[in-house]
């Protein structure tokens, strides 16, 4: 891809605890497999991926995406001119409304998620309101999802209630995906990512 077409994804989320981290490494790890450059951004202070990338590598394997660690929400639309990707991911902070909103205001598509509770579903929904009110587009995706198909068909009735754009995948509260940290994604962790990854290159196609 040239610049005019390389396309930048931010995970954002208000709230910790719902794997937006591990979303965003998995994520860039399968969009290599499409046979896209990509490059992972950590713009979280205490930088999570970084040292996953760290861990990984001294693990033996790696992470198979380089990390660029940046700190500043005023200069984040220069400094990512500086990455050479067909795809960037970015790893937006939470609790940290300057450099989400950064995140959001270079983002061809804000992704956020969030798990099947009440609480974590009212912030998400926030969230892609601020996107969306940014002129940036934005879709909720739900993670950590109990076994229970129940419980994420509430949350799923919850979501089509307020007529935000949902991906049709979810993500399951699996070992492997929490067991993924630090090291080279586990294959089973790789394979419930997949259908989500396939969902936004379409929404990407289609932005285009």
């Known amino acids: 891809m040239s610049d005019s077409t390389r396309r930048v994804i931010a995970v954002v989320s208000s709230k910790g605890g719902v794997a937006k981290t591990t979303t965003s490494a998995l994520m860039a790890a399968i969009l290599t497999e499409h046979g896209r450059t990509v490059a992972l951004v950590d713009l979280d202070p205490q930088g999570s991926l970084s040292l996953w990338r760290s861990m990984a590598e001294d693990d033996g394997h790696g992470l198979a995406v380089p990390v660029y660690g940046l700190r500043s929400a005023q200069t984040l639309a220069e400094d990512l001119e500086r990455i050479s990707a067909d795809v960037i991911v970015i790893d937006a902070p939470p609790q940290d409304g300057r450099m989400m909103a950064a ?38 995706l739900l993670t950590m999802a109990p076994s229970r198909d129940a419980d994420t068909a509430e949350a799923r009735e919850v979501l089509d209630a307020t007529e935000w754009p949902v991906l049709e995948n979810s993500i399951r509260h699996l070992v492997a995906i929490r067991r993924s940290f630090g090291r080279a994604p586990l294959p089973e962790a790789l394979a419930e990512y997949r259908p989500v990854v396939a969902e936004i290159l379409d929404l990407l196609e289609d932005d285009q």
């Open 103 to 140: 995140a959001m205001s270079v983002a061809d598509l804000v992704v956020v998620p969030s798990s099947p509770s009440d609480a974590d579903l009212d912030r998400a929904l926030l969230t892609a309101e601020v996107a969306f009110n940014r002129g940036r587009s934005a879709v909720l």
